[in-house]
């Protein structure tokens, strides 16, 4: 899917979801966790390397059943070749990190109905899907020095046409929340993020002529784009990453959520006189 495409979905849903707050509260919180990669730099699916992530949460309550959740998150994510089974990606020997800063637009669906202040609707598990925008700067290590990898062009980018540093992407996931008490609740969540750039991690496409980007970049520029130490290993057109798989990236956390409105009535005082 486009960036465009993704960005129109993400402020129509935003717009209209705007329209719905008839809701019986809301709830203001934040978590702690952890944040995965995964790509060509983890294509193995490892969960070996997580990276600390975190952020606020804002929630309207429609009723016992649906709601909508902003998010504002940070977390790092990276990956190391030097990790793979895989003899060509030990090879090719390419590492990165990346901060993500990551804004949030969802819509949950409660299995069960959940209501502050009840004595029986106090637990449910939840699904959602929304989608996100994030900023992201991909980085790597030479020497004792860490390089950002977007703006040396690793593969043979012209100047002025590096790949955005920010993108847009589908969210989807699930979780379960539960009160401790009437106010406050803990919620356990995890969220996938199906993204619309190949570049978390500076791996996408294939090897540019490496003695053209020393030339245009700069010599480090040609080091972190081969950094396999092999002669001959790095050829122009040689794949170095797969851009018809994108990259993705996932948040893990708890958080700790405080309810503002009003409360339900237990059942018994409902109808009392």
Same mark, same amino acid.
């Given at each position: 899917?486009?960036?465009?495409? !993704?960005?129109?979905?993400?402020?129509?849903?935003?717009?209209?979801? #705007?329209? $719905?707050?008839?809701?019986?509260?809301?709830?203001?919180?934040?978590?702690?966790?952890?944040?995965? @990669?995964?790509?060509?730099?983890?294509?193995?699916?490892? /969960?070996?390397?997580?990276?600390?992530?975190?952020?606020?949460?804002?929630? /309207?309550?429609?009723?016992?059943?649906?709601?909508?959740?902003?998010?504002?998150? @940070?977390?790092?994510?990276?990956?190391?070749?030097?990790?793979? @089974?895989?003899?060509?990606?030990?090879?090719?020997?390419?590492?990165?990190?990346?901060?993500?800063?990551?804004?949030?637009?969802?819509?949950?669906? #409660?299995?069960?109905? @959940? !209501?502050?202040?009840?004595?029986?609707?106090?637990?449910?598990?939840? $699904?959602?899907?929304?989608?996100? !925008?994030?900023?992201?700067?991909?980085?790597?290590?030479?020497?004792?020095?860490?390089?950002? $990898?977007?703006?040396?062009?690793?593969?043979?980018?012209?100047?002025?046409?590096?790949?955005?540093?920010?993108?847009?992407?589908?969210?989807?996931?699930?979780? !379960?929340?539960?009160?401790?008490?009437?106010?406050?609740?803990?919620? /356990?969540?995890?969220?996938?993020?199906?993204?619309?750039?190949?570049?978390?991690?500076?791996?996408?496409?294939?090897?540019?002529?490496?003695?053209?980007?020393?030339? /245009?970049?700069?010599?480090?520029?040609?080091?972190?784009?081969?950094?396999?130490?092999?002669?001959?290993?790095?050829?122009?057109?040689?794949?170095?990453?797969?851009?018809?798989?994108?990259?993705?990236?996932?948040?893990?956390g708890v958080s700790l959520m405080y309810y503002f409105g009003s409360l339900e009535c237990p059942p018994i005082n409902k109808y009392?006189?």
């Amino acid at each position: 899917m486009k960036i465009r495409n !993704i960005v129109f979905l993400f402020v129509f849903i935003f717009g209209f979801s #705007n329209q $719905l707050i008839s809701q019986k509260g809301y709830e203001l919180g934040g978590w702690l966790g952890i944040s995965n @990669y995964f790509g060509e730099l983890n294509s193995g699916f490892s /969960l070996l390397e997580p990276g600390i992530a975190g952020g606020v949460n804002f929630r /309207l309550l429609f009723n016992e059943r649906i709601s909508m959740k902003t998010m504002l998150s @940070y977390g790092t994510v990276k990956g190391d070749d030097g990790d793979s @089974y895989n003899t060509f990606e030990k090879q090719r020997n390419l590492s990165f990190k990346s901060p993500v800063v990551d804004f949030t637009h969802q819509f949950e669906f #409660n299995f069960l109905p @959940y !209501i502050h202040g009840s004595s029986t609707d106090y637990f449910t598990p939840y $699904l959602l899907t929304g989608l996100d !925008i994030f900023y992201y700067n991909p980085k790597a290590k030479l020497n004792g020095k860490w390089y950002s $990898l977007r703006e040396l062009g690793t593969e043979g980018q012209a100047l002025g046409e590096e790949y955005f540093e920010y993108a847009a992407g589908l969210v989807v996931g699930g979780g !379960i929340k539960w009160d401790i008490n009437h106010i406050l609740s803990v919620n /356990l969540e995890m969220s996938y993020r199906f993204i619309s750039t190949d570049y978390l991690d500076d791996v996408s496409t294939s090897y540019p002529n490496m003695q053209e980007l020393s030339t /245009l970049r700069g010599e480090i520029a040609k080091q972190l784009s081969d950094r396999s130490g092999i002669p001959g290993f790095a050829v122009q057109g040689k794949q170095r990453g797969n851009s018809r798989d994108k990259d993705k990236f996932s948040f893990v956390g708890v958080s700790l959520m405080y309810y503002f409105g009003s409360l339900e009535c237990p059942p018994i005082n409902k109808y009392s006189f």
